[in-house]
């Protein structure tokens, strides 16, 4: 007994140290101790006697953590009888010590749910024991027991500690068990509240009302459906409700209580009453026929009418963010038809007008907010064309003062932000002004004319005392600096409502208004939206040819092409301006092939555009435009370049004398600003070969960079690769040369070229991979800079090499050519070196190792069959993680991959079991050795395979269908088992269906992965 005193005590000091102590060393040495005593054997035991007879609640904190690790482990897990002890002595301590701090409260609440959801399958004697959380929570419904069943609720569905499918199966049991008698629970409590006075001064009460608040939200916001929606798709969210749930919602009272609520509890609970509510409004459409739904609709906005008309809570930024999003569901949610057949709609559709217009003048209150407002009225406004409905719309009324609301309160916010410090700026958030122009462009072009008047008007009187300003001797930097925001909102706007413009939807009255504000727009030099149009708008050139004396087309061009070159050579320094001007002139490029007469400029274009220069002290990211600058001039040189290879040599004069330029220097080991010049000339180059796309062309730059240039980038790779800043450049260049885009890599039979680019492929893949394998260590934070973006580029490369389908990878091996081997291994090198959890945490480097992978077990499984059994383990392991991926691509390329390989699997199991005279090859024979020693990879693959297809939302369904027969036919007796688990594991009503699902998957399959097998 004095034994286990003194180590309570010594548990107790532990955990003062580790969440009480400054001194580090101290705070180390608690956490090494206490992580010890975790995996002691007697860590249970001792773990009751802290909850007993801590004094403290840091170790009673320590116990319930433990405790969630002891339930959560899957090797050497508890019995079930020791499970259900613990989770009814949680109950218990909860229940009989209510005055517990709130983070052992949620700790042990968080291990009841681990254990709950664990244990969700589990039967003793036919009985779910795990599956009575609200009876067990209602025993002793209080005030912390509330809180109890949201917090139940949500660690029981945020829990994954393991694997999705597992989790998708617990949450659909659940939702279809437990958790409509929760939200009915909650419902039922809250009625209670608004029926009772609670006195929300008492603290006790007040957690209440929260707590009860926060599990109907958490009941509404459910994942039903398993598509794990986000908030970035908020404004496109449907509520999936279960039909079992449709009484609740015919009944209108559901609705009213939290109507009700909104209007007689404190604005603080609020946010809460109206999340409910958005969710409430977002229901499926198809849980109502048309009557109940224009009932439930029709009580839906008499609800928002009582909100408006007593606006006094919306002072509230949270208050007034929930009701935005609310507004925005009666569109998204319901059509216009529907709205305007409601009792009140004229009236309402006044108020939300009212309210909109007065939430856009005060454009610094919750500007987040406004994105929800404008989304409502631009879908109103989309949806005019297609009204059926006799009654009245009256957005024609209403559509204009929404527009000139937003108009108008935008430029009078200039002022103020110039005025005072420390308000944002609007248009600092490229984003945010975005996205409200694609809306307002909608918007704006209802009741079009006045909004092109009102546009008029502004821009010329903006205009005009601009123009008085800068001719004044005597104007203040304050009044232009205003004056240039007007206008700088102005373009913007205009642009975006020209942009909005409808093909099939415009008049001629309405292409006349685009060219009085394309007038405004070319009045100031400020290009917006022309490409977007098609060139035979004549009654917009008319009025440009009247105003500007701009005939056609061509014209308008060259007054933009003069901004652009303005722009390149006085802004070269400004990367934002000279990225979208670049980006403008290669749109130029594709759609107006008369401005090749550019051309004739390369040769000075350095001296004139500072983004072309090396000699500055700007660094070497900043190049980056350099490469759409000779996208757009590759595309003008290729509309008449034809088989000319005099006007080719002629345009690549700049470029063949910075390449000898920098031989020069590597001759001399002069490094000056060698590496400068090489990166602009690399990125020069792969614009270039980004823009041919026909063979002609291409083979010009592929005979003039080999093999004169290609050392050159081979010594780059070695000289710098631990900069990549150089060697991304480099590296990218190579990927694109090798790429055979629109087949323009079609060498000649009697060339030998295909193979000569693989060559200098594998050098450069094998250079850069031995070099960057010696970095040692790289900080977490700059690995992927550092180290796996190079890597995931040669990936890239060796992909595009691999399926280009212009070499012959067969000649290698037969004339004693290492080129394809070393390529090969390198890439196994690269990949070993690189963590399973970076494979997926990196996109890009996802999507580069799956896509090579994919290849490499279509084309040359004979090369995966020949590596180490633990390099091959690492590939399935790879393998086995991308199919529960997040990203569609990867997912379906492990599917690809785990295809291929058991398809090559199946053929050689086939082949040795036949008398043959050819004897299987040491790979194939190796392989199937290795694969029958570790057999658990393979069905675990099955299982997740199986378990994704029929229980989740599944994405790519016909991808992973591929694989799975094989898997199948190579695990026959682990997938009999496998079934008659999932059927089991169905309910009972359910087990039948289930079973006949699986006679059906298998009637007619025959031993054989012929095509036609797989696919019935």
Not at 285 to 308: P, Q, T, W, Y
Not at 328 to 352: D, F, H, T, W
Not at 447 to 454: Q, R, S, V
Not at 974 to 1002: G, T, W
């Amino acid at each position: 007994m004095a034994d286990h005193v003194q180590s309570l005590a010594q548990l107790e000091n532990l955990c003062k140290q580790l969440y009480e102590t400054t001194d580090t060393t101290t705070r180390l040495q608690a956490e090494k101790a206490l992580v010890e005593f975790t995996n002691s054997p007697d860590c249970l035991s001792k773990c009751q006697l802290l909850l007993e007879r801590g004094s403290s609640s840091y170790s009673q904190l320590l116990a319930a953590t433990c405790l969630t690790k002891l339930v959560s482990r899957t090797n050497n897990p508890l019995p079930l009888e020791q499970r259900i002890d613990i989770r009814n002595y949680v109950l218990n301590y909860l229940a009989t010590r209510p005055k517990l701090a709130t983070f052992v409260t949620q700790a042990l609440i968080q291990l009841y749910a681990r254990i709950t959801k664990l244990g969700w399958f589990d039967c003793q004697k036919d009985d779910y024991v795990f599956r009575n959380a609200i009876t067990d929570v209602t025993r002793f419904l209080q005030v912390r027991h509330i809180y109890s069943m949201k917090e139940v609720r949500q660690y029981m569905l945020a829990d994954t500690t393991h694997p999705l499918t597992k989790h998708r199966k617990i949450a659909s049991s659940f939702r279809d068990s437990s958790l409509f008698d929760i939200f009915t629970l909650s419902c039922n409590l809250l009625k209670q509240v608004r029926l009772c006075n609670l006195n929300l001064n008492d603290e006790s009460q007040h957690g209440l009302l929260m707590q009860l608040l926060k599990l109907t939200h958490n009941c509404l916001n459910f994942d039903f459906i398993g598509t794990s929606t986000d908030e970035s798709s908020d404004d496109l969210c449907t509520v999936q409700i279960p039909t079992s749930w449709r009484s609740a919602f015919l009944d209108s009272s559901t609705l009213q209580l939290f109507f009700d609520l909104y209007h007689s509890i404190p604005p603080s609970f609020s946010p809460l009453v109206l999340s409910c509510l958005v969710q409430i409004a977002s229901v499926r459409r198809s849980l109502f026929n048309n009557a109940e739904r224009a009932k439930f609709l029709s009580h839906l906005v008499d609800g928002v009418k009582r909100i408006l008309e007593n606006p006094q809570s919306l002072s509230d930024p949270n208050n007034y963010h929930e009701f935005c999003r609310l507004l925005a569901r009666l569109k998204s949610n319901y059509q216009l038809g529907e709205l305007v057949k409601v009792e009140n709609y004229p009236e309402v559709i006044r108020l939300i007008a009212n309210f909109t217009v007065t939430s856009l003048q005060h454009w610094e209150f919750a500007p987040n907010s406004v994105h929800y407002l404008l989304s409502l009225w631009q879908r109103l406004a989309a949806s005019v064309p297609y009204v059926k409905a006799t009654e009245p719309h009256m957005l024609e009324t209403y559509t204009p003062e929404v527009t000139k609301a937003y108009i108008t309160s935008r430029l009078e916010s200039v002022h103020i932000i110039l005025s005072r410090d420390g308000l944002e700026d609007p248009l600092e958030d490229t984003g945010l002004v975005q996205q409200q122009l694609d809306q307002l462009s909608t918007i704006g072009r209802c009741e079009y004319e006045k909004t092109c008047a009102l546009l008029v008007q502004l821009f010329d009187q903006s205009a005009q005392s601009y123009q008085e300003l800068l001719q004044s001797a005597s104007a203040s930097p304050m009044d232009i600096a205003v004056q240039e925001g007007r206008l700088t909102w102005l373009v913007y706007i205009i642009g975006a409502v020209i942009g909005g413009r409808v093909s099939f939807a415009s008049t001629d009255e309405q292409d006349a208004m685009d060219g009085e504000l394309y007038w405004d727009m070319v009045f100031l030099i400020c290009i917006f939206c022309l490409l977007s149009l098609p060139q035979t708008h004549h009654q917009l050139y008319r009025r440009l040819s009247e105003v500007l004396g701009l005939n056609d087309e061509t014209m308008v061009l060259s007054v933009f092409i003069g901004k652009i070159i303005t722009n390149l050579k006085y802004w070269g320094r400004c990367e934002p301006i000279t990225s979208k001007t670049l980006q403008l002139l290669n749109d130029l490029s594709i759609g107006y092939p008369f401005l090749s007469w550019l051309l004739g400029e390369t040769g000075t274009m350095s001296e004139h555009f500072s983004f072309l220069g090396i000699n500055n002290q700007s660094n070497l990211t900043d190049m980056r435009c350099r490469t759409t600058f000779y996208t757009a001039l590759g595309r003008l040189l290729m509309v008449d370049l034809g088989e000319d290879e005099d006007q080719y040599e002629q345009f690549m004069l700049p470029l063949t004398a910075a390449f000898e330029a920098v031989a020069q220097m590597f001759s001399t080991n002069s490094f000056n600003e060698q590496e400068r010049t090489l990166v602009g000339l690399v990125r020069d180059l792969r614009g270039i070969a980004f823009a041919f796309n026909a063979k002609t062309s291409f083979m010009m730059l592929f005979e003039w960079i080999y093999p004169s240039y290609m050392p050159i980038l081979q010594r780059a790779i070695e000289l710098w690769y631990h900069d990549p800043a150089c060697t991304t450049p480099v590296l990218k260049l190579m990927a694109e040369l090798v790429h055979n885009r629109s087949q323009r890599l079609q060498f000649d039979v009697s060339s030998p070229n295909g193979i000569l680019l693989f060559r200098e492929t594998s050098k450069m893949i094998t250079m850069y991979g031995n070099r960057i394998l010696t970095l040692g260590e790289v900080p977490k934070d700059q690995v992927y800079a550092l180290k796996l973006k190079g890597i995931s580029i040669c990936f890239s490369m060796l992909k595009a090499a691999l399926s280009g389908s212009y070499v012959n990878f067969g000649v290698f091996r037969l004339y004693g050519d290492d080129a394809l081997d070393n390529a090969l291994q390198t890439f196994i090198k690269l990949l070993l070196s690189i963590p399973h959890s970076d494979l997926l945490d990196y996109p890009k480097l996802s999507q580069s190792y799956y896509s090579l992978l994919e290849v490499l077990t279509q084309d040359h499984m004979n090369f995966i069959a020949s590596l180490e059994p633990h390099v091959i383990m690492y590939i399935l392991s790879s393998i086995s993680e991308g199919l529960t991926a997040l990203d569609t691509m990867v997912c379906t390329g492990c599917c690809s991959c785990l295809d291929h390989i058991v398809t090559y699997l199946f053929k050689q199991l086939s082949r040795s079991t036949k008398k043959r005279t050819t004897p299987l090859t040491q790979e194939s024979d190796r392989f199937l050795h290795i694969m029958q020693q570790h057999p658990e990879m393979i069905q675990q693959m099955l299982s997740t395979v199986l378990n994704i297809i029929i229980f989740e939302d599944c994405r790519n369904q016909w991808s992973m269908s591929r694989p799975l027969l094989g898997l199948i036919l190579l695990n026959e007796k682990y997938f009999s088992d496998l079934r008659n688990s999932i059927v089991n594991s169905q309910p009972p009503e359910k087990q039948q269906a289930m079973h006949l699902c699986f006679e059906n998957l298998m009637e007619g399959i025959e031993r054989n992965l012929l095509t036609k097998n797989r696919d019935r």
